[in-house]
């Protein structure tokens, strides 16, 4: 597998999503590492794997995969001589915590996990390094009672502070020094306590300035009275640090003499947050368990792209079974490119030991190489045009191809002059046919679509599209070559049959009648008329006719309505004070003849004896009408609008 297969197929954007699952950075680094395997056995004890986790899931959603920030890190620190700190046994603690969680977790989930569950005994009960982990760390720091040295010294230095601070609290309340003072506080420099002294006053306090005011006017002096009492502190909290660093090497040679208990039960935890990554976004994509064969054969049924989520039209792909090469035809954006990179994507899913958004009973084949040429890899760099750009890769999948090969080919041939790209993209599948390959086309020429016909080991697929809608439906149809349906759609948007009849001839080398629908002709003979209107449009305006009390329109006269300026056709009219109905925009409306404006009479729009019914009246009315001409139908009836 290369790099480009895994960036075109978006493999990384699938690992991106699992790794959204995962609740540590070790986790979600191992889902960015994972990689499809070629091996039959490991792809099927993954999948197996999986679908334990996915059962665990159905029971509990909540499983105890936490408290692993920090170990590796601790871990590397280890055998260098160095203690750890009293955080990282604080983490070390939450991690002991968290494996006897999952030990708990699982006790209870091997009749529907064996597999998954059996892991838990990888995670070694450490009692006696956690005990003392608790003993001697409490709140970050190395508890008190961690040594009968510590608790001693610890007594020392609380009752040296008292000491300290009372000859502080004195000096500050006694008279002689209140005037020398700026306020009546004691503070701390750097752990030792001073008084803060006025400017001017500074040589009538003996001590050691350790600090002075922004501004300068006060400095904080550390008197000599209490420069005994504060150094015997200091040689005690020395003595406190060293007691204190006997604590934590002595915790540090416990870590180390587990070390490598530890360091599995990391690496399970790791694992089990890295497959309930996985098993989360098995469920989100509805993914399922697929057999796996190396026989070639790939049928995934109703198979949806999991990038697309609810968007994705299901897909039933199957080849490899008598032929090993498919080729998708259809129109440009109906689903051929999704089509193939499905196939592709769920290939790499699969042999990662992902499960796949596909029904019961699909089945993937193990292949070696996955190899794509998809989009127009144009190389700005090498100024290459999109063509040879195309070229240059397909010349590396020529080369990299064997039996064990996966090829998915995106409109092969095209960029160039037509002819010469179908003769070259028919070349190439043959050629990738005769070194093994299993290939996936998608070609918009029809020649290659009459070739995979003809030739053994080939099939035809085909885009499905809906001539009444005019859009695809991104259904994929086995076993039929589909059309860029560039003539249906042109008959059914108005073009002339006679025009589309002439275009097959000149495009396929043979006759064909297109006969329009109902509804098409309709729409052709509206089509005519509205070229009529615009061309009556397009001419100079008629002098305007003699003032007469009433102006007198027929049933289809086309005239301009003021002051909206809306073309309307005359339905019925006029009543006794000049009014007349007309149709604009599909609806019927009363105006007065002031308003009308001929445009165009109905003798130049429509034929003689014309069906005026086909413009007024709804095409269910017009079936009832129909159909009671023949005979009379208890209980249908004509709603007619006035």
């Known amino acids: 597998m290369n790099k480009q297969t895994f960036g075109v197929l978006e493999f990384g954007t699938v690992k991106e999503s699992i790794a959204h699952y995962a609740l540590t950075a070790a986790g979600r680094a191992k889902v960015m590492d994972?990689?499809?395997?070629?091996n039959i056995k490991q792809i099927k004890a993954w999948l197996d794997e999986l679908s334990e986790a996915t059962e665990i899931m159905k029971v509990s959603t909540s499983v105890p995969v936490h408290g692993l920030e920090g170990i590796e890190g601790l871990m590397n620190g280890l055998?260098?001589?160095i203690a750890l700190r009293p955080e990282q046994f604080a983490k070390l603690q939450d991690f002991l915590d968290c494996c006897g969680k999952m030990r708990r977790f699982m006790k209870d989930k091997d009749y529907i996990a064996p597999?998954?569950?059996?892991?838990i005994y990888s995670i070694e009960e450490l009692p006696g390094l956690a005990g003392e982990i608790i003993r001697c760390i409490r709140n970050g720091r190395v508890d008190d009672y961690a040594s009968k040295e510590l608790l001693k010294v610890r007594k020392q230095i609380s009752i040296q502070e008292e000491r300290l601070k009372e000859k502080v609290q004195q000096m500050v309340r006694s008279s002689k020094w209140k005037s020398f003072l700026q306020e009546n506080v004691v503070s701390q420099r750097d752990g030792r306590?001073?008084?803060p002294v006025k400017k001017e006053y500074r040589t009538r306090i003996k001590g050691s300035i350790l600090d002075k005011s922004s501004s300068g006017s006060t400095l904080f002096i550390e008197p000599e009275e209490i420069s005994l009492y504060q150094e015997q502190l200091t040689w005690l909290r020395s003595d406190e640090e060293a007691e204190v660093q006997?604590?934590?090497?002595?915790?540090?040679g416990l870590v180390e003499e587990k070390a490598e208990q530890i360091r599995l039960a990391s690496e399970t935890m790791v694992h089990y947050d890295f497959l309930f990554a996985k098993a989360k976004y098995s469920r989100t994509i509805d993914g399922r368990k697929v057999e796996v064969n190396e026989s070639h054969y790939i049928h995934l049924k109703e198979a949806r792209h999991p990038l697309l989520g609810q968007k994705a039209v299901p897909l039933t792909i199957e080849i490899g079974k008598k032929e090993n090469a498919l080729v998708i035809t259809g129109p440009n954006t109906g689903g051929k490119t999704v089509a193939i990179k499905t196939a592709g994507l769920l290939t790499l899913m699969g042999q990662s030991g992902l499960h796949l958004p596909v029904t019961e009973g699909s089945t993937i084949s193990i292949f070696q190489n996955i190899l794509v040429d998809i989009g127009d890899g144009q190389s700005i760099v090498e100024n290459l045009s999109t063509f040879s750009s195309r070229i240059v890769n397909i010349i590396e999948i020529l080369?990299?191809?064997n039996d064990r090969t996966l090829v998915l080919l995106d409109e092969l041939g095209s960029g160039t002059d037509p002819g010469e790209g179908m003769g070259l993209a028919t070349a190439i599948l043959e050629q990738l046919y005769?070194?093994?390959?299993?290939?996936?086309?998608?070609?918009h020429y029809s020649e290659i679509k009459e070739f995979a016909d003809r030739h053994e080991g080939f099939l035809n697929g085909s885009m499905e599209f809906d001539l009444e809608t005019l859009r695809p439906t991104y259904r994929l149809n086995i076993g039929k070559g589909g059309e860029s349906q560039a003539f249906a759609i042109a008959l059914k948007l108005g073009i002339h049959p006679k025009i589309i009849e002439r275009a097959h001839q000149i495009t396929y080398k043979e006759e064909k009648k297109y006969l329009p629908s109902e509804e098409d002709l309709e729409r052709n003979r509206n089509l005519e008329k509205q070229i009529m209107v615009n061309k009556h449009k397009s001419r100079k305006p008629k002098p305007a006719a003699p003032a007469v009390k009433t102006k007198t329109y027929v049933r289809g006269d086309n005239v301009l309505i003021s002051p909206t300026n809306e073309y309307g056709i005359v339905y019925k009219g006029p009543d006794e004070q000049g009014n007349y109905i007309v149709q604009v925009k599909g609806e019927k409306a009363l105006f007065n003849h002031k308003r009308l404006t001929l445009h165009v009479p109905a003798r130049e729009l429509y034929p003689e004896n014309y069906d005026f019914d086909i413009i007024f009246e709804s095409k269910e009315n017009r079936k009832k009408r129909k159909l009671l001409s023949k005979k009379h139908v208890d209980g249908i009836s004509i709603s007619h609008e006035e």
Do not use: E, F, M
């Open 79 to 81: 055998n260098k001589g």
């Open 246 to 252: 006997k604590v934590l090497i002595y915790l540090t």
């Open 434 to 443: 005769a070194k093994g390959a299993t290939l996936l086309a998608t070609t």
């Open 193 to 195: 306590y001073v008084l």
């Open 115 to 119: 597999r998954v569950s059996s892991y």
């Open 34 to 38: 994972l990689q499809p395997s070629t």
């Open 399 to 401: 080369n990299d191809t």
